[in-house]
């Protein structure tokens, strides 16, 4: 991936929206446990009252809890609250607190003074604590009756006047101790407890002054479910803007990808299209950029996602019980283990996958090329059975790897739930000891479950990363490998106008891993106005010569010039430029006839189009057609037959009006008439140009100024077709061997 990296570059602004939006949906998805944890604390438990300390208390209640605080915060308490003098109020003011506590006059009401700024803290601590002291007083003294209290009575504490006038007195008489101690239990409680614990007292303290509670409960409950659904619907938005950033990055990567493959493998010589192959090439251009697409579109998400939800996911859920904490690591440990043991088994075929793909396309493609070969030789069986071994054992691979995969998931699932229970078995008895609460328990679950989750996203980082890797090493390949033909970086251009002048100079060549040449010592010149042939048994030599003038090869000893310019010197494009070539193998291209006759002048009107087809000798087949030149051309041109796949390819060469021409072995497909028609027209349409044909029959290069005789790649006779009669060997018994004796007189 690291060879890689250069091609998110234009695309690191997605990346750092992305990862923006990532942040914060990781704030959000860790923020509605606690909200959810609020609702059941706060707003179920609690009735909705956020605070400890009460905004508005009777005389009597105030009175009874300060005998619960220490003289300090006794004192502190009597300095923050004042008497409620309604006739003081504004109307306004006045109409409001009446609706609000209406017994507030006749138990002579105090009031939290609401502009100290501290004043909210100070009280909440001080009550927290007077709270606890009551309530394990109460629970001592009845312990001493004979009655068990626990704390999680302190729902049927009464705070009625009538009750609390009675309990006055009764302190007085009690043991000082008795107090003491409760006060000094509850400083020793942490806060989570004397909040929990007063949050009762306060609700009662409420309910004696008229408030109506289940009116201040469903307010807090739709406070915090409406703040709940505005952070659902900013999950969702930043869940919408994270795909967008990731399809975007990795649509545009693998855009980018493929561009650079496909143009890369268009500079390939033969050599390097042997070295990958046909197949490899084109899993390399699909398969293996759809697999980094979908590591940079999803799995890019999840690998920033799923460390920050894990660690966020510990903090919160040991913010809600750090008792619990070894449950996290107990579930993180046996995750890890099911993921090593699954990984360890999966990971190792993830890396054939790609090369058993390989292999299956390029059985697949030789099977629908060889179509015609195979249903010639009825050998249909054995490629059946040749796909069905490459097909079986790609299945084989992906069920052996997703069944491993398969068994993660319920295993997963199992431990989620596992680890639930074990949860809330803990949990219980932690919220029976008064020392958590359900809402925080519940929140821890979701927490767990939520670092759970990450570790099953970084496991599927452990999936796609894998294939990605090796995917992005067999594209690297491609993109580093150079091609053996390069443009200069000094280069010579052509003087114009071109003249077309083709010299040899002691030529050399071989393929690349090979320990001979296949050419030896060529030398000769082409000259325009000419046609030089080359002619010679199977395997001579004379494609491969022809090949090396558009540079599809280079040579590799002397040198071959083109108006005396080397070349090797010239860019490449100028060179192909100057050449209308006409393969051995006719190719058409998808489109239309018109389309594929273009390809050797963008530009070209109908008339330049039906002059090229008339020296092809192609007008005649062509207007038959029920479109004419623009009758539809299927792949490679099948729709048409071999002759007339070729013709069109002479006349797609004929279109460009180039200097030089190379014809390699194009008339083979030809009957005779149509050969000799053809050759006829050539020369009167091309006549200044240098014409260089590759030929397997001696009727269709006889005529030729030049013929080059090859044999074992070196020249064995050069001359027209009388003086090679005589002085030639090799012609003469190739001569021999096609035409009668009167053709030969």
Not at 213 to 229: D, E, H, V, W
Request: hydrophobic share 45%.
């Amino acid at each position: 991936m690291i060879k890689l990296r250069r091609y998110l570059k234009p695309y690191l602004g997605y990346i750092a929206v992305m990862l923006l939006l990532l942040l914060c949906q990781a704030a959000v998805d860790l923020n509605l446990p606690n909200m959810m944890s609020n609702i059941v604390n706060v707003g179920i438990q609690r009735s909705g009252i956020t605070e400890t300390a009460p905004d508005v208390i009777g005389s009597d209640a105030l009175s009874l809890m300060m005998r619960f605080m220490p003289a300090a915060d006794s004192e502190r308490i009597a300095q923050l609250y004042s008497p409620v003098d309604l006739d003081a109020m504004p109307e306004k003011e006045r109409s409001r607190f009446a609706k609000a506590w209406p017994n507030a006059q006749a138990l002579s009401a105090f009031q939290l003074d609401p502009e100290s700024p501290d004043a909210r803290a100070q009280a909440d601590a001080i009550f927290g604590r007077a709270c606890y002291a009551m309530m394990h007083f109460m629970q001592t003294l009845s312990e001493q009756t004979g009655k068990t209290v626990s704390a999680g009575d302190a729902d049927h504490v009464s705070v009625d006047t009538a009750q609390l006038a009675k309990l006055v007195p009764m302190l007085d008489t009690l043991a000082p101790e008795m107090i003491s101690d409760a006060v000094d239990a509850a400083a020793d409680m942490p806060d989570a407890m004397t909040e929990q614990t007063a949050s009762v007292f306060t609700k009662g303290f409420y309910t004696e002054l008229g408030a109506d509670i289940g009116a201040r409960q469903t307010r807090y409950i739709f406070s915090i479910g409406g703040k709940m659904l505005l952070l659902t619907l900013a999950l969702v938005s930043c869940a919408l803007g994270t795909g967008l950033c990731g399809s975007r990055l990795g649509t545009g990567v693998a855009r980018d990808l493929r561009r650079d493959v496909f143009t890369r493998v268009t500079s390939f010589t033969n050599n390097e299209y042997d070295r990958f192959g046909t197949a490899s090439l084109i899993t390399r251009t699909s398969n293996d950029v759809m697999q980094i697409r979908g590591l940079l579109s999803m799995g890019l998400r999840v690998m920033f996602y799923a460390p920050i939800i894990g660690i966020g996911g510990i903090f919160m859920a040991l913010n809600k019980s750090a008792g619990m904490a070894w449950i996290i690591a107990l579930a993180a440990a046996v995750i890890f283990g099911v993921i090593l043991v699954l990984f360890s088994i999966a990971i190792p075929r993830f890396k054939v996958m790609q090369k058993l793909v390989d292999r299956l396309n390029l059985v697949s493609r030789e099977n629908l090329s060889g179509m015609l070969v195979i249903r010639a030789f009825a050998t249909q069986e054995f490629e059946e059975k040749r796909f069905a071994k490459a097909n079986k054992e790609l299945a084989d691979n992906n069920l052996y790897v997703y069944r491993a995969m398969a068994v993660m998931m319920p295993t997963m699932m199992f431990i989620m739930n596992l680890i639930s229970l074990l949860i809330v078995w803990v949990g219980g008895h932690q919220i029976a000891e008064a020392s958590m609460q359900v809402g925080d328990m519940m929140a821890f679950i979701q927490y767990t479950m939520q670092i759970i989750m990450s570790f099953l996203m970084i496991s599927m980082i452990f999936v796609m990363v894998p294939r990605a890797a090796v995917s992005a090493s067999r594209i690297a390949e491609v993109l580093q490998t150079e091609s053996a033909v390069q443009d200069p970086e000094a280069p010579e251009h052509l003087a114009q106008p071109v003249q077309g002048v083709i010299r040899f100079n002691d030529v050399s060549f071989r393929y690349d891993g090979a320990s001979e040449n296949i050419l030896e010592h060529v030398t000769f010149t082409a000259r325009p106005g000419q046609t030089t042939a080359f002619i010679g048994s199977t395997g001579s030599g004379k494609s491969t010569l022809v090949n090396l003038i558009p540079r599809f090869y280079d040579v590799t000893e002397g040198s071959i010039t083109l108006d005396g310019v080397d070349i090797r010197s010239l860019p490449q494009q100028e060179l192909r430029d100057v050449i209308g070539y006409v393969p051995q193998k006719g190719v058409l291209f998808s489109g239309d006839i018109a389309s594929n006759l273009r390809m050797g002048c963008a530009d070209a009107d109908e008339s330049v189009l039906n002059g090229a087809c008339d020296t092809a000798q192609a007008t005649e087949f062509i207007s038959n057609l029920p479109e004419g030149l623009h009758t539809p051309i299927s792949q490679g041109g099948t729709n048409v037959s071999g002759g007339q796949r070729q013709r069109l390819s002479i006349a797609r060469a004929l279109v460009k009006d180039a200097p030089i021409y190379i014809f390699d072995d194009t008339f083979s497909a030809l009957d005779f008439k149509t050969d000799a028609s053809l050759r006829a027209a050539l020369k009167e349409r091309t006549g200044n140009s240098t014409m260089l044909i590759v030929a397997q029959r001696v009727s269709t290069i006889m005529h030729a100024e030049q013929i080059i005789v090859m044999d074992e790649g070196r020249v064995v006779g050069i001359g027209t077709h009388r003086e090679l009669l005589e002085n030639c060997s090799t012609y003469r018994e190739i001569a021999q061997s096609q035409l009668s004796k009167e053709e030969l007189a």
